[in-house]
């Protein structure tokens, strides 16, 4: 039996607490705030999509960063298994849209509940407002934590689950990034991830508000495709937002960091091809012959879009279908099925679900989540380089990350 302390009462804490008690260990587990699983409240708007329900093949799909390093974690607990323990222990759950898992009360609380009866199941200690300074080694080998008063705990284990940087108000600040630093493990360079995005063009931001729904959106490095996708986006009073936004941020955050702005494109109408398209603008002239251009492309847009393509096209508001030419029919439906738009970065942590990078996970054992080079330490949830899209991936990674460590601890 050892003496473990988990530290982070989030969603990978909470589950690595639980584990390493199931396993018989003696378990503190520390949290900074004045209650657990603060950050697990306000996911998927209170109502808390706590996993995926897709089998783990798929899962691995939805992972951005290092999928192959989860197969343990996911093969030891999977989605069905995060299921199965939260109506075990008292939550009944229901599946919508996308797989995505819910509490059947839509109330992210019942989740938090059914982890509190898990840590109480096996006589967990928990300690809250209690902040940790430091993790102290030996000879690389845990000895010990130091708290902010200046007192120690002992221990033979430590499993590390600080989060990242995004929503720093529910207390993921970095520490367990800095302290991986100080003990000389190697953290990649962190940005925020599943994020809305600034755009450079003002006819964006005078489209604030207007929602895009079945729209394909493409983003460009020079004539490299970075990304593309179909679904749901928003503009901004600062550019883009919305779930294909959204995951567009985590696979193109890199390269717009490194290179200052990318081009995307929506495609408008991508249910039909550009020749098809062509097609049903002609008829809708030839329908309209002595009509103002605006009025017929308000059969064709939201109305907010209505001005900005008149300025893209450079037409008059008062220009009538029966003097448009051919090369300005060809220009309009070029235009509808490739919006252009300039992404010229992202929005800060604190607009961020999660952070991208972290602790490398070439410094841990994918089978355990523990330290390869230093004896008695772990690392689960977002503190490690994992992150994924939307729809209750990331939670998971944060419960299988740490369930394993929490029964692989010695």
């Avoid at 798929?58 to 343990?72: A, E, I, R, T």
Wanted: charged content about 20%; hydrophobic content about 40%; some cysteine.
């Amino acid at each position: 039996m050892s003496n473990v302390v988990v530290i982070g009462g989030g969603a990978a804490g909470m589950m690595a607490a639980y584990a390493a008690g199931m396993c018989g260990h003696m378990v503190t587990l520390i949290e900074k705030n004045e209650k657990l699983g603060k950050k697990i409240y306000i996911t998927g708007k209170g109502r808390c999509n706590f996993t995926n329900a897709c089998d783990v093949e798929d899962f691995f799909k939805n992972v951005v960063s290092n999928p192959k390093f989860l197969y343990s974690a996911l093969y030891t607990f999977s989605p069905e298994s995060m299921i199965d323990f939260v109506e075990m222990h008292g939550t009944k759950t229901k599946v919508e849209r996308g797989n995505r898992a819910f509490p059947e009360s839509d109330h992210a609380s019942d989740i938090t509940k059914s982890l509190d009866k898990g840590l109480k199941e096996y006589g967990i200690k928990v300690l809250l407002n209690t902040k940790v300074q430091k993790i102290i080694i030996k000879d690389n080998i845990v000895n010990a934590i130091k708290l902010s008063d200046g007192s120690q705990i002992e221990a033979d284990n430590v499993i590390v689950c600080t989060g990242g940087l995004s929503y720093s108000t529910t207390g993921s600040t970095g520490d367990g990034l800095k302290w991986a630093k100080d003990m000389g493990l190697k953290v990649t360079d962190c940005r925020p991830a599943l994020v809305p995005c600034n755009c450079k063009e003002s006819y964006i931001m005078s489209m604030q508000g207007l929602s895009l729904k079945n729209v394909n959106l493409k983003i460009f490095s020079g004539k490299k495709k970075l990304f593309d996708s179909f679904g749901e986006m928003l503009f901004t009073h600062f550019g883009v937002s919305g779930p294909l936004v959204l995951s567009a941020s985590s696979i193109v955050g890199k390269r717009l960091q490194e290179e200052g702005s990318l081009n995307a494109f929506i495609d408008l109408k991508p249910a039909l091809s550009y020749e098809e398209l062509d097609a049903r603008v002609l008829r809708d002239f030839n329908d309209n012959m002595n009509k103002h251009l605006s009025t017929v492309l308000r059969g064709l847009l939201p109305s907010s879009m209505v001005p900005v393509f008149i300025e893209l096209m450079d037409f008059d508001d008062e220009r009538q279908i029966n003097s448009i030419t051919k090369e300005e029919r060809a220009n309009l439906v070029s235009l509808l099925k490739a919006f252009p738009f300039t992404i010229n970065g992202l929005r800060e942590f604190k607009e961020a679900i999660i952070t991208q990078g972290g602790v490398s996970v070439k410094e841990i054992d994918p089978s355990t989540m523990q330290c390869k080079n230093i004896k008695g330490l772990s690392f689960a949830g977002e503190v490690l380089d994992l992150d994924a899209f939307t729809g209750g991936f990331n939670l998971q990674i944060a419960w299988s990350t740490g369930y394993l460590a929490g029964i692989s601890i010695q």
